[in-house]
T-cell receptor
Framework: NAGVTQTPKFQVLKTGQSMTLQCAQD?????MYWYRQDPGMGLRLIYY???????DKGEVPNGYNVSRLNKREFSLRLESAAPSQTSVYFC???????????FGSGTRLTVV | AQSVSQHNHHVILSEAASLELGCNYS??????LFWYVQYPGQHLQLLLK??????LVKGIKGFEAEFIKSKFSFNLRKPSVQWSDTAEYFC????????????FGIGTKLQVIP
């Protein structure tokens, strides 16, 4: 049971570089999410996709873009990385809000 | 604005001590409530959830939480903690009309001393 798979697990970028974080789930969930986790700030929602073909901004969307490629995959792109985007990024999915989320193992991103 | 507050940011307990972590939310409508745990270096895992029925909810690893609607609270409890409970604990809430979006508290780091 893979659940939610995120790649890569670690990444170091230089300021201004771009990259895409990949997320895939094998539970046939409709909804997928990207969060960032920073010390003392908990988890903050970047973008989410309530269903295939839709995406919406969360609390902190600036500097990010997303693509819901199909029902399984939801990617997060940083077009021009900034040091403020140094964080741990978590992808999550759920079938419905009452079920709670299943999280991926996270991507630790450092922007220098 | 809808929000979730966790008042204890860092808690240190000795093994066998009792635990209670506070969680409050600001919203007068229907909510679904969750507690997640994050062990060091790992992702978040669901501990327990409440969406209706008995306000006392039992989760995994001996944890329980009580929903008190009049106090807008959903506190997490465990009668006797173990060293392996050292982790960060997050309260989370979905608010009616936004059922697919979860709002997290900032987390409480629990350190259990052997």
């Amino acid at each position: 049971n893979a659940g939610v798979t995120q790649t890569p697990k670690f990444q170091v970028l230089k300021t201004g570089q771009s990259m895409t974080l990949q997320c895939a789930q094998d539970m046939n969930h409709n909804s997928m999410y990207w969060y960032r986790q920073d010390p003392g700030m908990g988890l903050r929602l970047i973008y989410y996709s309530a269903s295939e073909g839709t995406t919406d901004k969360g609390e902190v969307p600036n500097g990010y873009n997303v693509s819901r490629l199909n029902k399984r995959e939801f990617s997060l792109r940083l077009e021009s990385a900034a040091p403020s985007q140094t964080s741990v990024y978590f992808c999550a999915s759920t079938e419905g809000g009452v079920d709670g989320y299943t999280f991926g193992s996270g991507t630790r991103l450092t922007v220098v | 604005a809808q929000s979730v507050s966790q008042h204890n940011h860092h808690v240190i307990l000795s093994e066998a001590a009792s635990l209670e972590l506070g969680c409050n939310y600001s919203y007068g409508g229907t909510v679904n409530l969750f507690w997640y745990v994050q062990y060091p270096g790992q992702h978040l895992q669901l501990l327990l959830k409440y969406f209706s029925g008995d306000p006392l909810v039992k989760g995994i690893k001996g944890f329980e939480a009580e929903f008190i609607k009049s106090k807008f609270s959903f506190n997490l409890r465990k009668p006797s903690v173990q060293w392996s409970d050292t982790a960060e604990y997050f309260c989370a809430v979905t608010f009616s009309g936004g059922y697919q979006k979860v709002t997290f508290g900032i987390g409480t780091k629990l350190q259990v001393i052997p």
